[in-house]
């Protein structure tokens, strides 16, 4: 459903068969990160496990995870990919946003993950394609 701000501009909506794919992406991403924070991330047990040298898939993610925790990439690229949607509007830039926004909110980038949250909702009064 596309609304007009203006005589010939749309506002950007996703259509339903968008909100087919961002629904579940975002819902997903949400379950996937709080999954490594509280079990991966920060028991102690598996912490202990980690740093004594188990080699699994699950200390590989985590060790990925803390890493990119520590340098705020999450809040980073969420916030990039929400500028980015919110000057040229598409849905490839608002599911990463939606995505990077998540984790960043779950994995202590709250500041970053909550500005590119505000821009994404920001978005959607800005013009752009109609989208179905």
Do not use: K
Not at 87 to 92: D, G, K, T, V, Y
Request: hydrophobic share 60%.
């Amino acid at each position: 459903m596309t609304q007009t701000s203006q005589p010939g501009h749309t506002l950007f909506r996703p259509g339903p068969r968008s909100l087919n794919w961002l629904i579940p992406l975002g819902m997903g991403t949400l379950g996937w990160a709080l999954y490594m924070r509280y079990m991966m991330v920060e028991p102690a047990l598996v912490r202990l496990a980690c740093d004594a040298g188990l080699q699994s898939a699950g200390c590989y993610a985590r060790s990925a995870v803390l890493v990119l925790m520590e340098w705020s990439i999450f809040g980073m690229i969420a916030l990039a990919a929400a500028v980015v949607h919110l000057i040229a509007p598409s849905l490839a830039a608002f599911a990463v946003a939606l995505v990077f926004s998540a984790c960043a909110l779950v994995f202590h980038n709250e500041i970053a993950g909550a500005l590119a949250v505000m821009l994404l909702i920001l978005s959607f009064a800005r013009s752009g394609p109609a989208t179905a």
